[in-house]
């Protein structure tokens, strides 16, 4: 199998029940913003912290499925998409984290060692890719959970940046007014 086609180079792809749509379409700038988020969050891994990587891992195969999810316009039953069970593992880990860290206080600054300022980063993606999954589903059908997982995920980069910090021994900035 050849990774080249030719079928997208007069800017149309195909979704996952094969019609075809406009490279610009709201679904593809969805899920083509989580594979971005996706191939960050594979930038940050290792980060030290094999608990981190081990859950890290996870998020990458659950953003496959987010992907999955949105590229299928008219899902059946048995095709991929995420469920409560992949927010509720992603609130655990977050509950874990903060139970190791201070309380937090205040905004924090976007920052820290090579891992954390890399994981603030992947959130920032995340953002993105569920603002445009947002728009994605004012104008068309999706798992609502998908887009629910994207906002908790976004919560996990943050707390999971703060770990990574407060394990590296690097203090956390907050912003002056």
Do not use: C
Not at 67 to 78: E, L, V
Not at 111 to 120: I, N, T
Not at 134 to 143: E, G, I, K, M, S
């Amino acid at each position: 199998m050849t990774v080249y086609t030719g079928r997208g180079d007069e800017g149309m792809t195909d979704l996952r029940d094969m019609s075809r749509v406009s490279k610009t379409s709201s679904r593809i700038e969805a899920y083509g913003t989580v594979d971005e988020a996706n191939a960050l969050i594979g930038t940050i891994r290792p980060s030290g912290y094999d608990d981190v990587d081990d859950r890290l891992e996870r998020i990458q195969n659950h953003l496959h499925i987010v992907q999955a999810d949105f590229a299928n316009p008219d899902p059946d039953d048995d095709d991929p998409a995420v469920d409560e069970a992949h927010v509720e593992e992603l609130e655990a880990w977050i509950d874990e984290a903060e139970a190791e860290l201070d309380p937090l206080q205040s905004f924090v600054l976007p920052g820290g060692s090579e891992a954390g300022a890399a994981l603030h980063h992947a959130r920032t993606v995340v953002r993105r890719a569920e603002r445009r999954a947002v728009d994605l589903a004012d104008a068309d059908p999706v798992n609502p959970v998908a887009v629910a997982y994207l906002n908790r995920l976004s919560d996990a980069l943050f707390t999971f940046g703060r770990l990574v910090n407060a394990r590296d021994g690097v203090r956390e900035d907050r912003p002056t007014y």
